[in-house]
């Protein structure tokens, strides 16, 4: 005991960058975790997910869908910590598609109210731990008091270096791609840009995410195996794991067992590893 803190003292004085990220998982849902250890080199730099079963999640309790996305919230506001504490670069989240507006009017309601709630009860927090909030989707689809709190965290946070949070609103990936190609077909209408210099780094750069690393790892709760328009682009090769169990029952054990899955992968963009050449 006395031996660990005279160690970490002597490290945190020299400054030795740590071999290995230690993660205690401590949360109130997780209970009494062990301590585990991931390698930096072996963490994901970019983590989308698809928090999908809050539905699924409430039927099974007897609560109406409603209830599920309250419950949904509540998970969602510990693995933003979680990524925060454990130096995940940048974390994409999938909360309401182009799509999710088909839904009841009670329940879309409900998810533009948890919105709301969200933003105004965590932004000091978020401001505060240096996280960077990005909106993923057509910000001015969203009714004003949404779209109001989106644009104030934006812009409170845009010069935050931490984290680099996105939330994907009013989201779709393939109205994304159409609206990267019309800003660089306007730019060419414009003279400022030749057609012969659009590229892959160019594209990138006009799409919601630019200024994040492309999506390493996604990860989709509910046993679906779908990407359901979710940044195709930036998932071209992405590693995906499906974890069976409903998003507000998804907490850090389930994330750091995620990403422990990701670690074990054998990731090779198409190439082969070195010792299998010849
Ligand atoms: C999918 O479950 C989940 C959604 C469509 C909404 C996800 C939103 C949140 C977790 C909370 C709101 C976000 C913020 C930023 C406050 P489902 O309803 O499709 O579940 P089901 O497939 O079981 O019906």
Not at 35 to 46: C, D, I, M
Not at 87 to 95: D, K, P, R, V, W
Not at 106 to 112: I, P, T
Not at 209 to 217: H, I, M, Y
Request: net charge negative; hydrophobic share 40%; with cysteine.
């Amino acid at each position: 005991m006395f031996l660990d803190k005279l160690t970490g003292l002597l490290n945190s004085a020299f400054k030795r960058p740590p071999e290995y990220i230690t993660v205690s998982v401590s949360s109130a849902k997780a209970h009494a975790q062990p301590v585990q250890a991931l390698p930096p080199s072996k963490l994901p730099r970019h983590v989308a997910i698809i928090m999908d079963g809050n539905g699924r999640w409430a039927k099974a309790r007897g609560l109406n869908r409603s209830a599920g996305h309250a419950a949904g919230t509540e998970a969602l506001r510990d693995i933003i910590r979680a990524s925060d504490d454990w130096g995940i670069e940048a974390l994409s989240l999938y909360a309401f598609s182009t799509e999710n507006w088909a839904r009841s009017k009670e329940e879309v309601g409900a998810l533009m109210a948890l919105l709301l709630k969200y933003f105004g009860s965590e932004i000091d927090e978020l401001d505060e731990k240096n996280v960077r909030i990005t909106i993923l989707g057509d910000v001015d689809g969203l009714p004003g008091p949404q779209r109001e709190a989106v644009v104030n965290a934006m812009e409170r946070t845009k010069n935050n270096d931490g984290l680099k949070l996105n939330i994907a609103l009013n989201y779709g990936g393939r109205a994304e791609l159409v609206r990267a190609a019309r800003l660089l077909a306007r730019e060419v209408r414009d003279g400022i840009l030749d057609p012969d210099d659009i590229d892959e780094d160019e594209f990138n750069g006009k799409l919601y995410t630019a200024g994040s690393p492309d999506v390493d790892l996604l990860i989709r709760t509910s046993g679906e195996q779908r990407l359901s328009n979710f940044l195709p682009w930036q998932t071209t090769y992405a590693e995906f794991v499906f974890d069976p169990v409903n998003w507000p029952d998804f907490d850090r054990a389930h994330y750091m067992k995620c990403l422990r899955v990701y670690a074990e992968r054998d990731r090779r963009f198409g190439g082969v590893k070195p010792a299998e050449e010849g």
